[in-house]
């Protein structure tokens, strides 16, 4: 390990390690999980510009396509839910601890053979334009929370708050 360390010195200098110099961009504590690269320092390009808004009570939230989910989540296939999909996936939504009106994206996928919707949730986007592209939060405690909805059951299967280090 100590020689793997010594080369990297040697080949990049101590910049890998973060001495010698001052970050040129901001760190951004969501992740996008997009390629290419964007302008608001994150390192990431909007992945589509053709998500539907959708306003749920007082929730706003996106519906990802079906070509972007995968952005989202590894699946056997993908889907483009509707408007009706993702109500009845808010409906299922409950937390005895508070409240939940986090921004959302959901993203359809198939999962053993069943329709499924990922609903990501978040109540700050870091600067990233949320409306299009995916936001990935690290440790962001219960202001970030991923929950699968069975579109089958209508019922959830799994709700995770993100937690903290």
Not at 63 to 78: K, P, R
Not at 121 to 126: P, Q
């Amino acid at each position: 390990m100590i020689l793997i360390v010594i080369l990297i010195i040697v080949l990049f200098g101590t910049v890998p390690f973060g001495f010698g110099h001052e970050p040129e961009e901001p760190e951004c504590v969501a992740v996008s999980a997009t390629t290419g690269e964007s302008s608001d320092g994150c390192g990431a390009a909007p992945a589509s510009d053709s998500w539907q808004l959708v306003r749920i009570g007082e929730v706003e939230g996106v519906i990802v396509t079906e070509a972007d989910a995968a952005l989202f989540v590894g699946a056997e296939a993908y889907w483009t839910p509707t408007l009706a999909d993702v109500q009845g996936a808010d409906a299922a939504l409950t937390w005895e601890e508070g409240s939940l009106e986090h921004r959302r994206q959901y993203a359809g996928f198939i999962e053993a053979g069943g329709p499924k919707i990922l609903i990501n949730g978040f109540c700050d986007d870091h600067g990233i334009d949320w409306r299009q592209t995916p936001v990935l939060v690290l440790d962001g405690g219960d202001c970030s929370f991923t929950a699968v909805y069975a579109v089958d059951t209508d019922s959830l299967e799994r709700f995770d708050f993100n937690g903290e280090a």
